[in-house]
């Protein structure tokens, strides 16, 4: 099913501010606004092929083939492509306060969300991990036995999951440009304290793919419907990925002392976000 097979098994995304529900009048509206390939929407115990510009009340499941995707926008809001040989269902406009927003079964999935309200999240739910997130760019890719959270933009705060059952006392931040892999083995070890989680760097060939198509998506002839706020964070980003190419020629001393003033950045945000969850 692609690079992300060596991903990992178990884990829940929070944001990096503490998540509270979103109402059901907050509700998502879903629309397919570019695909290419086999791309089938199933709802009501039946299944058609996709077309453009199609709106989705809430409840179908989008399911692509092999060389395939579809590009969904929610409203404005957000921006999700639904990558080849994947599974994802949209959760009902009805759906419970705390159910996540996408159920993926397997496949992967690019979510691009703009700046959310305070008492707003979004959540991605695998077999084996719910990502709730708000106003980050992140990748998420699984299967009944693995999966793999790359963040691009933003803090996503992650737990493990074991048996369906939230370890909510096991818990890693994930920054911009890191990326985090786990499995049904090292969650366990996890659980019994025998390791730790560790981070690394985004795999460039993920990186690169996802610059690509990010470059696909503001090409799209809905992007421009897309809110401000939304393209601003998709234009930093292309920006930030021009710049880290024109990092890697710098000399040695120089890249190891920009490195190492963004690790700090980074424990620095992490601080504040950590004691704005705490309440101070």
């Known amino acids: 099913m692609g690079n992300w097979r060596h991903a990992l098994a178990g884990l829940i995304i929070v944001p990096l501010m503490f998540v509270t529900a979103q109402a059901a009048s907050g509700?998502?509206?879903y629309k397919i606004i570019m695909m290419m390939g086999n791309v089938r929407v199933a709802a009501g115990g039946t299944v058609h092929a996709a077309s453009f510009n199609e709106k989705l009340s809430g409840g179908e499941t989008i399911i692509t083939g092999s060389g395939s995707f579809a590009d969904i926008s929610m409203g404005g809001k957000g921006y999700m492509r639904i990558q080849e040989n994947s599974k994802v269902a949209l959760a009902s406009l009805k759906k419970?306060?705390?159910?996540p927003d996408l159920d993926m079964e397997n496949g992967n999935v690019i979510v691009i969300m703009s700046k959310l309200k305070k008492?707003?999240?979004?959540?991605v739910k695998t077999s084996t991990n719910v990502a709730s997130v708000r106003g980050?760019?992140?990748q998420v890719a699984g299967d009944e036995a693995a999966s793999e959270i790359n963040v691009f933009s933003g803090t996503v705060l992650v737990n493990p999951v074991?048996?369906?059952e939230i370890q909510r006392q096991i818990a890693e931040m994930v920054t911009e440009g890191r990326s985090l892999s786990l499995n049904r083995d090292l969650v366990m070890d996890l659980m019994a304290k025998k390791k730790t989680m560790k981070l690394s760097e985004i795999r460039r060939e993920v990186r690169d793919?996802?610059?690509?198509?990010i470059r696909e998506i503001q090409a799209t002839p809905d992007y421009k419907n897309q809110s401000a706020e939304l393209r601003r964070e998709i234009d930093d980003?292309?920006?930030k990925f021009k710049q880290e190419l024109k990092d890697r020629k710098l000399d040695p001393d120089s890249l190891k002392e920009k490195i190492r003033n963004e690790r700090e950045r980074q424990k620095s945000e992490m601080k504040r976000i950590r004691d704005e969850m705490r309440g101070k």
């Not at 419970?96 to 159910?99: E, G, L, V, Y």
């Not at 793919?209 to 198509?213: E, I, P, V």
Request: aromatic content about 12%; overall charge positive; cysteine-free.
């Open 27 to 29: 509700a998502r509206q």
């Open 96 to 99: 419970r306060s705390d159910d």
């Open 119 to 123: 008492d707003d999240s979004y959540g």
């Open 136 to 138: 980050t760019m992140f």
């Open 162 to 164: 074991s048996n369906g």
């Open 209 to 213: 793919s996802f610059m690509k198509q």
């Open 237 to 239: 980003r292309i920006r």
